[in-house]
């Protein structure tokens, strides 16, 4: 910048008024260039986050011109994952102003200032809302260039905003859909390529001595995401090497492969737009939620409160007889019941007509007919019964009411066992499966000639999204040039998950 940078005059505006329309009432935040006020609009009765330029500013063109610009494009872009812009004007002092809708959330910086870092399930749905938000602006032809915690704020719900585009490189493809903000090439604004704008850490590599693109955003996107599962960013400020960051633990592999494909160092090896990106992780949030399924049903499984059970066999009370009186009681039982049956034998069992004699009968369940089960055979006390019948005299008392020596058949009663709901059917593979992946075998063998000699890897497609996962771990340069060679496959639009064996050409 050409303008020395001076503090600004924050605390002296509180109170003021611009233009007769907008009450400055407290400052939000303060950055390089301007600073930001919650405002009262007057004339619609509502609140306005009001954003200023800083007075050393002002007689910067370059500066000034790049305050304007942001203007106009956030008035442009109408999407509910980046911040509005309404209205535009000049203070008394001659500083420009811009007036954008009032957001009261937290910033995921002050967030990650508190928790250092996220849960996964958390980071991985506000990176997705990102993904959109920044959708939103390239195909509006504009790079942020300036992704980072300080510039998303978190609503109610963790609904996401994206702001400050201060810094933003507007493409060509911006000023050919210019509508009524047409900008003639002579003022259109040219970074010179070796000057880097950015926050240190989350610069794209390439940045040094290549224009910003999208895929930059998605660079600095990954180490957002990299810092909200981690606590840390990926790389250090003063690492120009880029050296590989440490492993992600505790975490899905699909969602480590994600955040590791968008921090790639050369930005063609990167997700190539955030579309793509944005199915990685909604196939990964998926993964995600069903472990956290499973956690959640393995906390609500009761466990066994051993405080309250039965007590145990020593545990119980003693009985009011001990056991050495009852077995004496029983002992004398025995010696005068045989003492009885030696001088008084028993009668023959012949029965009297009028005589009933008590019957013991086992209650067997009845076995249909119809079943696999063996025949049910009689108990000994059955058998005797049927011999007494046998012998018993002509006039024996009405059937009606004697004793059934058969028991009724009794209904087994068997648990009431509720079905599981059944499992979704798997989509099967297309019929063009084979033919896809012998178009990509050159591919997939070149990028596996020095790992192990079969590979298995787990296909998961997803309306026109395809993914390769090795069931066994692979290096990262592998792992890369299998991601490479999976985008070349095209299945249409067809979803399905299913394995693939590659196995060695026989010489």
């Given at each position: 910048m050409s303008t020395p940078h001076r503090p600004g005059s924050g605390p002296k505006l509180i109170g003021r008024v611009l233009?007769?329309?907008?009450?400055?009432?407290?400052?939000?935040?303060?950055?390089?260039?301007?600073?930001?006020?919650?405002?009262?609009?007057?004339?619609?009765?509502?609140?306005?986050?009001?954003?200023?330029?800083?007075?050393?500013?002002?007689?910067?063109a370059d500066v000034t011109r790049r305050f304007a610009r942001e203007f106009k494009a956030l008035h442009q872009i109408d999407h509910?994952?980046?911040?509005?812009?309404?209205?535009?004007?000049?203070?008394?002092?001659?500083?420009?102003?811009m007036a954008m809708e009032y957001l009261d959330g937290e910033s995921l910086h002050d967030l990650l200032d508190q928790s250092r870092r996220i849960e996964p399930l958390r980071a991985v749905r506000i990176a997705v809302q990102l993904c959109v938000a920044l959708g939103a602006l390239h195909e509006q032809g504009i790079?942020?260039?300036?992704?980072?915690?300080?510039?998303?704020?978190?609503?109610?719900?963790?609904?996401?905003?994206?702001?400050?585009?201060?810094?933003?490189?507007?493409?060509?493809?911006?000023?050919?859909?210019?509508?009524?903000y047409i900008t003639p090439p002579s003022q259109r604004i040219r970074t010179p390529t070796p000057f880097v704008m950015?926050?240190?850490?989350?610069?794209?590599?390439?940045?040094?001595?290549?224009?910003?693109?999208?895929?930059?955003?998605?660079?600095?996107?990954?180490?957002?995401?990299?810092?909200?599962?981690?606590?840390?960013?990926?790389?250090?400020?003063?690492?120009?090497?880029?050296?590989?960051?440490?492993?992600?633990?505790?975490?899905?592999?699909?969602?480590?492969?994600?955040?590791?494909?968008?921090?790639?160092?050369?930005?063609i090896e990167r997700y190539?737009?955030?579309?793509?990106?944005?199915?990685?992780?909604?196939?990964?949030?998926?993964?995600?939620?069903?472990?956290?399924?499973?956690?959640?049903?393995?906390?609500?499984?009761?466990?066994?409160?051993?405080?309250?059970?039965?007590?145990?066999?020593?545990?119980r009370p003693a009985p009011v007889f001990s056991l050495g009186a009852i077995v004496g009681g029983l002992s004398i039982a025995t010696v005068l019941l045989g003492l009885h049956l030696a001088f008084d034998p028993p009668e023959s069992?012949?029965?009297?007509?009028?005589?009933?004699?008590?019957?013991?009968?086992?209650?067997?369940?009845?076995?249909?007919?119809?079943?696999?089960?063996?025949?049910?055979?009689?108990?000994?006390t059955t058998r005797d019964a049927e011999r007494g019948s046998q012998e018993a005299p002509a006039s024996a008392p009405d059937p009606v009411d004697e004793p059934s020596i058969d028991t009724e058949p009794v209904e087994l009663k068997t648990p009431t066992v509720t079905a599981s709901p059944p499992r979704r059917a798997r989509a099967r593979r297309p019929a063009i499966f084979d033919d896809e992946f012998r178009r990509i075998l050159p591919s997939l063998t070149a990028c596996?000639?020095?790992?192990?000699?079969?590979?298995?890897?787990?296909?998961?497609?997803?309306?026109?999204?395809?993914?390769?996962?090795?069931?066994?771990?692979?290096?990262?340069?592998?792992?890369?040039c299998i991601d490479r060679a999976a985008r070349q496959l095209d299945f249409g639009a067809s979803s399905f998950r299913t394995k693939y064996t590659l196995k060695p050409s026989k010489p």
């Open positions: 233009e007769g329309r907008y009450e400055l009432l407290s400052i939000l935040g303060r950055g390089g260039m301007a600073d930001v006020y919650r405002a009262y609009f007057r004339p619609g009765g509502s609140f306005r986050a009001v954003k200023i330029m800083r007075p050393g500013f002002v007689g910067d509910e994952s980046v911040v509005r812009a309404f209205d535009y004007g000049l203070a008394d002092d001659g500083r420009p102003y790079v942020h260039r300036d992704l980072k915690p300080g510039n998303v704020l978190l609503l109610a719900d963790d609904r996401v905003k994206l702001i400050d585009l201060g810094i933003a490189r507007l493409t060509d493809d911006y000023y050919a859909r210019d509508g009524r950015g926050t240190p850490g989350y610069i794209a590599p390439e940045l040094g001595h290549e224009h910003p693109e999208p895929r930059s955003d998605i660079f600095s996107l990954g180490v957002v995401l990299y810092r909200m599962l981690s606590g840390t960013i990926p790389f250090r400020p003063s690492d120009k090497s880029y050296s590989t960051p440490a492993s992600l633990v505790n975490l899905p592999r699909s969602l480590e492969r994600v955040v590791f494909t968008a921090l790639e160092v050369k930005p190539q737009s955030v579309d793509e990106l944005r199915e990685e992780l909604e196939d990964a949030l998926l993964d995600l939620e069903s472990d956290s399924e499973i956690a959640e049903l393995d906390d609500a499984t009761p466990t066994p409160d051993v405080s309250r059970s039965a007590p145990r066999l020593w545990q069992p012949r029965l009297a007509s009028d005589e009933l004699a008590p019957t013991f009968t086992e209650s067997t369940p009845a076995v249909p007919a119809s079943s696999n089960h063996l025949p049910a055979q009689s108990s000994p596996t000639r020095f790992g192990p000699a079969e590979v298995t890897f787990a296909v998961r497609a997803r309306a026109g999204a395809v993914t390769l996962t090795p069931t066994t771990p692979l290096a990262a340069g592998m792992q890369r």
